[in-house]
């Protein structure tokens, strides 16, 4: 079984960045995907971001350019966030991918507010 945790999240001004951090346990080795959702609460959990093991990334065109994922020795990634908008305001989750599963973190809050 793989569990992941999430952590990083806060207030920041319009502009401003944050780093989030998801650190994975377990079964690590199964993992193919690392990826970071968002959900508001009016709307579905998006996708963000993912990174394969490959170091294949892939971002949301809303956040091309302002968002960065990585991974560090397969059991940590983060989401480097820069260029904040009040619009990135959400619950951000951590998700791991395997062959057989699909597994969640709790979620952090961040909200971007003057």
């Known amino acids: 079984q793989v569990q992941v945790v999430e952590s990083g999240g806060g207030l920041v001004q319009p502009g401003g960045s944050l780093r989030l951090s998801c650190v994975a346990s377990?079964?690590?080795?199964?993992?193919?995907?690392m990826a970071w959702y968002r959900q508001t609460p009016d709307n579905e959990r998006v996708l963000v971001a993912s990174?394969?093991?490959?170091?294949?990334t892939h971002y949301v065109d809303a956040v091309k350019g302002r968002f960065i994922i990585s991974r560090e020795n397969d059991t940590k990634t983060y989401l480097q966030m820069n260029t904040l908008k009040p619009e990135d305001t959400a619950v951000y989750y951590c998700?791991?991918?395997?062959?057989?599963?699909?597994?969640w973190g709790q979620g952090t809050q961040v909200t971007v507010s003057s």
């Open positions: 990174i394969n093991n490959g170091g294949y």
């Open positions: 998700f791991a991918g395997t062959r057989w599963s699909d597994i």
């Open positions: 377990g079964n690590i080795a199964s993992i193919n995907v």
